[in-house]
């Protein structure tokens, strides 16, 4: 499963090529996915902006029994730099 913890205000993940990403962000992730533990049997795959808030994201997912996630490196920002090159 792929989710988008960005703002609500910026754009899909179409543009990454995760276009089927859920786009729920943060806090909302937080409530009403981790604490309440939803998921935990799935592999995620994770992305914000930039990757800053992926530290304490890691830290709730941890707490809440999550270990099958991983994050997009440098979040949305690195993975649209990494597809502008190869153009």
Known sequence: ??????????????????????????????????ERKVHRDKTLLIFDQSGDELRRLQFHLRKNGYDNYFFLDGGAESALIRRTDRS
Request: net charge negative; charged share 15%.
């Open 1 to 34: 499963m792929v989710f988008d913890v960005r703002s609500g205000f910026l754009p899909s993940g179409e543009p990454l090529g995760l276009a089927t990403a859920r786009p729920v962000p943060l806090e909302i992730f937080l409530q009403n996915f981790v």
